[in-house]
């Protein structure tokens, strides 16, 4: 009798985060948004993922490696002021369920990703979103001179 061999395949935490971190940001290349990685927000939380799109929107995505990573992480809702509109971007294997209904979702490994749930549209107040894009482009002035820190 042969014994069914079984194997799990196992990723690490940090592995896991900058494999979906690439394919968020691939993904949202490919939509038309310029993104940059761990942005400092005004209210001293960092966005995983903030992108600015071709008519001024802004996105933010939050990754989450694993479903401890969610379970203890509730800060999710205060990049809401901040953003246009919010997504989670997971690994594929991650259990989907668990996730709220309201943010949009994002599946990504590597080499790219997909939205599976849009997410709801919440405009910025014209004041907020000038200074956002104004910090958003200076940070990525600098992150071209390597000046940021």
């Known amino acids: 009798m042969s014994a069914a061999l079984h194997l799990e395949l196992v990723f690490s935490r940090p592995e896991t985060t900058q494999s979906v971190t690439r ?8 939509m038309g948004y ?15 993922v903030m992108a600015l799109g ?5 996105v933010i995505c939050e990754m989450k490696s694993g479903i ?8 999710w809702p205060e990049y809401a ?17 668990v996730l709220p209904d ?21 405009p910025l107040a014209p004041a907020r979103r000038k200074a956002l894009t104004v910090a958003f482009a200076r940070l990525g002035a600098l992150r071209t001179l390597r000046l940021d820190g």
Not at 68 to 75: F, H, Q
């Open 23 to 30: 394919g968020a940001a691939r993904l949202l290349i490919d």
């Open 34 to 48: 310029a993104p940059l990685l761990e942005v400092c927000l005004p209210n001293g939380r960092r966005a995983d």
């Open 54 to 58: 071709k008519k001024g929107d802004i």
């Open 68 to 75: 401890e990573d969610y379970r203890v992480d509730r800060k």
């Open 81 to 97: 002021p901040f953003c246009d509109a919010f997504f989670f971007a997971v690994a594929p294997e991650f259990p989907q369920g």
């Open 102 to 122: 309201e943010p949009g979702l994002i599946v990504a490994d590597g080499f790219g990703g997909a939205v599976i749930r849009e997410a709801p549209v919440s």
